[in-house]
């Protein structure tokens, strides 16, 4: 409860000092600090030093998973906000603003990460969406922005409504909006398969799916996330994403079984059509941001495996691909808002003109492919490990490992490009305190490649 | 009335926003058709309620079961609004840029 009355309060705080503050400069440096409180006081909570709590009569339920889920994305908004922090100034006029937005999705995050029935599912997702909606619109005079505002507001409340048909059906089959309500016979203590029990439940699956851009309803991804300014893409594309996997699994934790055998298989076309979808169109594009965003529905499509076993394997495996994945886009966005151009020839020649640049992309972008040393590598172990540890299902993992191959072939692309094709790639002139934390970000996600148990023991600690 | 009236006449009307969002063009009218969808599911969750107290009062009759089917459109109508005034916000601004409210206008993304 800590994390979500504290993120609220700062989001507010952050307006304020918008009022207050002329010099925009400092606001990151405020935020900066607000995280960082939001993080001490979401340890406190974890560990029952101070906790702030309010009856919720069962609609919120905090477990130690969800706790340390909020710890971890905090820390990587800290980072984000420290990273990107500069680039959010330029974004526009409203700076307080953005960043009292970004605390407000942080709040619906860590209502996402400890809900326990339908209404705060519902909450949670709208308080994550409505702010990132404005964020996507933040440039006011460019029209691709306005254009992914609009179809990202569209998407998500149309989604919106469908996940609430989901959520009124499954009301009508249990009579209860709790997350562990099943439809039960009373005298047999079997689950009674009703119509509108598993119907609701293909709804919210459709709309979670919608969320977290799995295909076949993927399509909104590339364009929301091509004309919405980097520097929120950035945010969009990791924590948010992040969120909302989280949110997916705990909901069909336990409602999974009323769908039966079916579940498993209509879970594993649609990874596959997103790890296909995701990772074919990637190979096409001639823009380095359009590929990240292909490239995040085909991580999307990994991440999906830590709901199709649902193991203790696969909710470590999550925290870490959560993380990996986060760190390295995170820093790929970074050195990306510094292009001149955002296509593959823009980055010719990187490494010659910024060998800095060019090296800790080049670690961002191994951890993506998930190659070994990085952080990507056990992200991308764990989940696949998972899925063995639940058996029967080899061939999936295949499947996965083949595109896992298949989407080196593009991250290298931009590798090719830095290094050996001639070129003036042009940056926006670039500080030593960013080109520091650039090398501090890529370290971290190399020493997580070796100690992936660094993220693991806080979840038993 | 039976209960599948009530679903019925609620699914008619959602399936009327749906069909509405996939083929208009003007974005306001999607937009009221998203609210429609709202409004389809605003209703069935009443139906449910009523219902669900129904048979609860069967077995007691101090049962309050049912009520949070209502508070749950109470959500649903606020953060409709919220919604509401985000997205129209952003049907202004692009009005203001390229005065229209079309959307099949908006496809510089695809290529």
Not at chain 1, 227 to 239: D, E, H, L, N, Y
Not at chain 1, 327 to 335: C, D, E, R, S
């Amino acid at each position: 409860m800590n994390a979500i009355i504290l993120s609220a309060l700062l989001g507010v705080v952050m307006m304020f000092s918008g009022i207050l503050t002329k010099n925009k400069s400092v606001l990151k440096y405020i935020a900066a600090v607000g995280l960082l409180l939001l993080i001490a006081f979401n340890v406190m909570d974890t560990y029952a030093i101070f906790k702030f709590d309010i009856d919720s009569r069962g609609l919120l339920s905090f477990g130690k998973f969800g706790l340390y889920f909020n710890t971890l994305a905090f820390a990587a908004t800290f980072i984000y906000v420290l990273l990107s922090g500069s680039d959010i100034e330029k974004a526009g006029i409203n700076v307080a603003e953005y960043f009292a937005l970004i605390f407000f999705v942080l709040c619906g995050l860590s209502i996402l990460s400890g809900f326990n029935g339908m209404l705060m599912l519902f909450l949670g997702i709208e308080i994550l969406s409505i702010p990132l909606y404005i964020l996507t619109g933040s440039d006011k005079r460019n029209l691709k922005s306005n254009e992914a505002a609009l179809k990202y507001f569209l998407m998500g409340s149309f989604t919106t409504g469908i996940m609430l048909m989901g959520i009124a059906f499954f009301y009508g089959a249990t009579g209860s909006f709790t997350l562990n309500a099943l439809p039960v016979i009373p005298t047999t203590g079997m689950i009674n398969p009703s119509f509108l029990h598993v119907g609701g439940l293909l709804l919210l699956f459709v709309a979670m799916s919608f969320k977290v851009s799995a295909a076949p309803f993927h399509f909104w991804t590339p364009d929301v996330y091509d004309g919405a300014p980097s520097v929120f893409t950035s945010f969009m594309a990791t924590i948010v994403k992040a969120a909302g996997f989280i949110a997916f699994i705990r909901l069909f934790q336990t409602q999974a079984v009323a769908l039966g055998p079916t579940w498993k298989i209509i879970l594993s076309i649609v990874i596959i059509l997103t790890l296909l979808i995701g990772n074919i169109t990637a190979v096409f594009q001639q823009s380095v941001k359009r590929m990240l965003a292909y490239s995040s529905i085909a991580q999307a499509g990994f991440m999906l495996f830590a709901l199709f076993s649902s193991n203790d394997l696969a909710m470590e495996g999550i925290l870490l691909y959560s993380v990996a994945y986060s760190l390295a886009t995170i820093g790929i966005f970074a050195v990306l808002i510094k292009m001149n151009d955002y296509t593959f020839d823009g980055f010719n020649g990187l490494a010659k003109s910024n060998p800095v640049l060019a090296f800790t992309t080049t670690i961002f972008l191994l951890s993506l492919a998930g190659i070994p040393l990085t952080a990507g590598f056990f992200a991308k172990y764990y989940m696949l490990a998972s899925v063995i540890k639940e058996g029967g299902s080899l061939w999936l993992v295949i499947v996965a490992l083949f595109f896992a191959a298949v989407s080196v072939y593009y991250y290298f692309r931009v590798i090719q490009a830095m290094y050996f094709k001639d070129g003036d790639a042009g940056t926006a002139p670039i500080s030593g305190v960013f080109k520091l934390s650039l090398v501090l970000l890529a370290a971290l996600v190399i020493v997580l490649g070796i100690f992936p148990s660094i993220i693991l023991n806080g979840f038993y600690f | 009335m039976p209960i599948q009236y009530y679903i019925y006449l609620s699914l008619a009307l959602f399936s009327i926003g749906i069909i509405g969002v996939l083929t208009r063009r003007n974005a306001i009218i999607v937009f009221m058709c998203i609210e429609l969808m709202l409004n389809a599911v605003n209703l069935l969750l009443v139906a449910f309620s009523k219902m669900h107290h129904g048979t609860a009062l069967a077995t007691d009759a101090a049962t309050t079961a049912g009520i949070d089917g209502q508070l749950f459109v109470f959500f649903i109508m606020v953060v409709a609004a919220a919604e509401v005034s985000v997205g129209l916000a952003i049907i202004v601004m692009m009005y203001r840029n390229i005065h229209s409210v079309d959307i099949n206008f908006l496809n510089r993304l695809k290529n």
